[in-house]
């Protein structure tokens, strides 16, 4: 199974990106599109989670997290220095990205 079809985007998320590609395919100045692309990170990144289950993390980012830190063997996490250069490598692909 697909990882966006086990845990797919809310709704809201979806509008979101909905308007952000609307605005992208209408010419707007920079503004306009620094402005949606900000609503659009804030929606996808920066929520409050009222789940408290690693197994219904709703954060794909969240949900990376806790599996790249699980260890080769399954039977536990990775030290805790190694989890910093893994959220170093996520900002860093965030950021090519956007």
């Known amino acids: 199974m697909r990882w966006f079809d086990q845990y797919p985007l809310i709704i809201s998320q979806t509008e979101k990106l909905q308007s952000f590609e609307t605005i992208l395919e209408m010419e707007h100045d920079s503004d306009a ?11 996808l990144f920066c929520w409050i ?5 690693i197994s219904e993390l709703a954060c794909p980012v969240q949900r990376f997290l806790v599996a790249v830190c699980l260890q080769k ?8 220095r190694d989890v ?3 959220i170093s490598k996520l900002e860093y692909g965030i950021r090519c990205t956007v």
Do not use: A
């Open 49 to 53: 989670e009222t789940r408290n289950y």
């Open 73 to 80: 063997d399954g039977m536990g996490f990775i030290n805790v």
């Open 84 to 86: 910093t250069p893994w």
């Open 33 to 43: 599109l620094d402005e949606e692309l900000h609503e659009v990170l804030m929606e």
